[in-house]
């Protein structure tokens, strides 16, 4: 995945099927869709793959205990289809997590029990395995230092794990495999109208400051929470339709929640739930819903989401955790459609919905990460009937991500580039075995492998998106930004100049991931 190559056909492609604006989850399942249809597609993301709310998720794949708690079976059943779609395409980037659901009430073993064997049954043919009703003992053997107050045993069932932004990197390099054309940094200026009727983008380059035009039949917004942003250079009559809603993790050391399964505290003081879930040899701890009025790229934590996330882990499990122990911390912004009369995000749902605006581009926004793929489909579809496109099925149910492998390590540090780990295990035994830093697991070859093969343009890319350094130990990433920046600038052909801009920009964001 070469980004000159795709300047080149950019430059070189006077029509498109379908452009699509936005490479998070929605946009880059939406473009494996289409071109895998066979359309002729492309892809623009402003910032880099995955920068906004789909790096920055808990991790997990799942269908979403507490809609079935809210009666919506219906999003729940989707959901576990599709979780067990992306575990069977994706295993080398997805896989089956036990959770454990304490209960300190009699009756509450028998209620979640029960629940958890609906929820394992909508599952049908994609089970990840059953349910299990838990004694004290056993619960206090999964959850190492859990109260054992009160506590009157437990539940464990099965959901999916995976890495959100290795998956978004993945999702690329599987679109540009069937043939779409995908560029990060490219940021979309204006929409081309003709007689009132959106036909093609305007286009900056971020990285060259060149402009570009590229005339389609059908504009898909797939932007996230700034979908309202776009959605104004078609209709700036419109009303706000998304309402964002802040979510906060943070990252601790194991040593804290030892132990290869996951914690889900099933309801907090604001109503929502809470996981402590393990990633990359650490533990993800998450998340908050806090109403913000403006949708940024870097959304910061707030002092009270962070002491609510700390105070409710604490409440469960016992293991001296201080605030002077979170490694990284880290926000993201759910794109929520706005229901009139509705304030409190918690209530909102987190289904998708699609719409035409007034010149004919498609619009795609809510949603999560685990129907990603049914999203895609369900828009290029809509696509297909707007645009009058030539009928050809989906071919995403089957289709392989990426690096697809049929037997996956797991113990396997590299195991997340699945095929690909071989030839950068190749490069480590060529002398680029060293650990960015010693903290942190990863080694120079994969900062050479982002950047000669997944459009790594920056060091943020490499240290919070190709790598996960800047989420799992922010201190740790910013102490290894100067090697990174290093090897980039002579990979890259950059100057002195270039390598210190890129520190200093890493450092300014890194901020926003440690606790003063």
Request: glycine share 8%.
């Amino acid at each position: 995945m070469n980004r000159s190559q795709q300047i080149q056909q950019l430059k070189t492609t006077n029509h498109w099927d379908i452009i699509i604006i936005g490479g998070g989850a929605t946009g880059l399942g939406a473009a494996v869709d289409a071109a895998g249809r066979g359309y002729k597609t492309l892809l623009l993301e402003q910032y880099d793959f995955g920068k906004g709310t789909s790096s920055r998720s808990t991790k997990l794949i799942h269908g979403g205990v507490r809609y079935l708690q809210q009666g919506n079976f219906r999003l729940v059943r989707d959901a576990l289809r599709e979780r067990g779609l992306l575990l069977k395409n994706a295993p080398h980037i997805a896989h089956p997590l036990k959770l454990v659901l304490p209960a300190y009430r009699w009756w509450e073993k028998l209620y979640y029990g029960l629940g958890l064997k609906v929820y394992n049954f909508l599952s049908n043919k994609l089970s990840l395995g059953p349910s299990e009703i838990l004694s004290i003992k056993k619960t206090q053997e999964y959850i190492k230092g859990l109260d054992g107050k009160k506590l009157s045993g437990g539940v464990a069932y099965f959901d999916g794990q995976f890495d959100d932004a290795r998956m978004c990197v993945s999702l690329a390099l599987t679109a540009t495999d069937v043939s779409a054309t995908v560029l990060n940094y490219c940021r979309v200026t204006d929409l081309i109208h003709d007689q009132g009727k959106v036909k093609g983008v305007v286009i900056q380059d971020k990285l060259s400051g060149e402009v570009h035009e590229a005339r389609g039949t059908i504009v898909i917004n797939a932007t996230g929470v700034f979908v309202d942003e776009v959605l104004k250079m078609d209709d700036d009559g419109l009303t706000k339709l998304v309402t964002p809603s802040q979510g906060v993790h943070i990252t601790i050391d194991k040593k804290f929640f030892p132990g290869d399964q996951a914690l889900f505290i099933p309801r907090t003081d604001d109503g929502r739930v809470l996981f402590a879930v393990p990633f990359h040899d650490r533990v993800i701890i998450g998340t908050t819903d806090t109403s913000v009025e403006t949708a940024v790229i870097e959304p910061l934590p707030l002092e009270e989401e962070v002491e609510f996330v700390i105070n409710h882990f604490k409440r469960y499990v016992q293991t001296g955790l201080q605030r002077s122990d979170v490694k990284s911390v880290f926000a993201g912004l759910r794109p929520l459609v706005k229901i009139p009369g509705q304030k409190k995000t918690a209530l909102l749902p987190r289904d998708h919905t699609i719409w035409v605006s007034k010149g004919g581009m498609i619009n795609i926004s809510g949603g999560k990460w685990t129907t990603y793929r049914k999203m895609a489909q369900e828009v290029i579809l809509k696509a297909h009937y707007e645009g009058g496109l030539a009928y050809t099925r989906c071919q995403t149910e089957t289709m392989k991500i990426h690096g697809w492998m049929k037997k996956v390590d797991y113990n396997d540090p590299l195991h997340y580039y699945g095929s690909d780990a071989a030839a950068i295990r190749f490069l480590q035994h060529q002398g680029y075995s060293q650990l960015i830093h010693p903290e942190l697991p990863f080694t120079v070859a994969e900062v050479y492998w982002s950047v000669l093969n997944e459009m790594a343009m920056t060091v943020e890319d490499v240290l919070a998106r190709r790598t996960r350094a800047l989420f799992l130990d922010a201190k740790a990433a910013v102490e290894a930004a100067p090697l990174v920046a290093d090897i980039m600038m002579k990979e890259l052909n950059k100057d002195e100049a270039w390598k210190q801009q890129q520190i200093a920009a890493f450092n300014e964001v890194a901020k926003g991931y440690m606790l003063k």
